[in-house]
């Protein structure tokens, strides 16, 4: 279970899951501007997540040297 647990990031990691993550919003924001509503636009955005929670916790478990 010791993948389930937190772990604690460095400066250098924060900043870059602060830049996926505005990268996302911004993506966010385009696919509802550009996407009609739909089934296609929720599944886009429900993906969206899961691709930003997928890349944040790659940094997170980043073993830096």
Do not use: H, T
């Not at 647990?5 to 966010?28: F, G, H, T």
């Not at 890349?55 to 073993?63: P, Y």
Request: glycine share 2%.
């Amino acid at each position: 279970m010791s993948r389930l647990m937190p772990k604690e990031v460095n400066k250098e990691q924060m900043k870059r899951i602060q830049d996926l993550n505005v990268s996302a919003r911004y993506l966010e924001y385009r696919i509802n501007e550009l996407c009609p509503k739909g089934r296609e636009r929720k599944i886009a955005l429900q993906w969206l997540e899961e691709v930003v929670m997928w890349a944040n916790k790659a940094i997170a478990r980043e073993e830096l040297s």
